[in-house]
């Protein structure tokens, strides 16, 4: 399989070494989502509910550009700075994926290398 990297139009360029969707064969692999604005790179303040919100319509969008959806999600890997705010987290998540589909999942407790980011959360889909 080959490695193509997806190019979405409406977002900024990333200032970091890396590319938004990159797709092998019929898998799309998202970078990291977390709390930002994919059109001005500017990160977006709030709480763990917002910032799980916010990830999760940039991985919409990105999957969306790509020609996937939300129900094409394989695995996901959710990066919180604090396991206690999973419950609030919880709440948001599971109104993006339809009960008894939802794709696999970890969560993992780290702190992110950026100042005020408590969420992040990468996906592996399915291009149908």
Same mark, same amino acid.
């Given at each position: 399989?080959?490695?193509?990297?997806?190019?979405?139009?409406?977002?900024?360029?990333?200032?970091?070494?890396?590319?938004?969707?990159?797709?092998?064969?019929?898998?799309?692999?998202?970078?990291?989502?977390?709390?930002?604005?994919?059109?001005?790179?500017?990160?977006?303040?709030?709480?763990? #509910?917002?910032? @799980?919100? &916010? /990830? !999760?319509?940039? =991985? %919409?969008?990105?999957?969306?550009?790509?020609?996937?959806?939300?129900?094409?999600?394989?695995?996901?890997?959710?990066?919180?700075?604090?396991?206690?705010?999973?419950?609030?987290?919880?709440?948001?998540?599971?109104?993006?994926?339809?009960?008894?589909?939802?794709? #696999?999942?970890? @969560?993992? &407790? /780290? !702190?992110?290398? =950026? %100042?005020?980011?408590?969420?992040?959360?990468?996906?592996?889909?399915?291009?149908?």
């Amino acid at each position: 399989m080959k490695k193509e990297i997806v190019k979405i139009n409406g977002i900024r360029k990333p200032q970091s070494p890396f590319n938004y969707v990159v797709k092998s064969g019929n898998f799309l692999f998202l970078t990291s989502q977390l709390s930002i604005d994919l059109k001005t790179d500017k990160i977006l303040s709030g709480n763990i #509910a917002v910032q @799980t919100k &916010q /990830a !999760l319509e940039n =991985i %919409k969008f990105l999957l969306e550009s790509s020609g996937a959806t939300m129900d094409d999600i394989l695995k996901v890997v959710v990066y919180m700075r604090d396991i206690k705010d999973f419950d609030q987290m919880n709440r948001i998540y599971r109104k993006y994926f339809l009960e008894g589909q939802e794709p #696999a999942r970890v @969560t993992i &407790q /780290a !702190l992110s290398p =950026i %100042k005020d980011i408590d969420i992040e959360i990468e996906v592996i889909a399915l291009l149908p």
